[in-house]
């Protein structure tokens, strides 16, 4: 995960904000997810885990716009980062999921070529 920040790629979508780059492959997933969330927006575990929960299923539903577009064969290091002040809906987090993963995948696409 050290990669990622070192040399990998930002793509926004509010309220999320992503981390990503091309590892070597280790299993057989085409991602490796890492979330998270601010500890000094949000005090409560539970408010923290909470959006963890909401973005790791709107990462469920919504990776394959990632997925699809990338090479296969090729393995993705990404963290996700909650950046917003208030408690989101999973509508917000979806909407905000879905705009991210399309720029991801021109983001990684482009890096690919």
Do not use: C
């Not at 950046?83 to 917000?92: F, S, T």
Request: hydrophobic share 40%; aromatic share 8%.
């Amino acid at each position: 995960m050290d990669r990622v920040f070192s040399v990998g790629h930002t793509a926004k979508g509010f309220p999320l904000i992503s981390r990503f780059a091309a590892v070597s492959p280790e299993g057989e997933s085409p991602t490796r997810v890492a979330f998270t969330v601010s500890k000094r927006k949000f005090k409560r575990a539970v408010d923290r885990n909470r959006i963890k929960r909401l973005m790791r299923e709107s990462w469920r539903q919504k990776r394959s716009l990632f997925e699809k577009e990338v090479e296969s064969g090729a393995q993705w290091a990404v963290v996700l980062i909650f950046v917003g002040r208030e408690m989101p809906h999973a509508d917000e987090v979806n909407a905000g999921m879905e705009k991210l993963l399309k720029r991801m995948a021109s983001a990684a696409s482009d890096q690919q070529k």
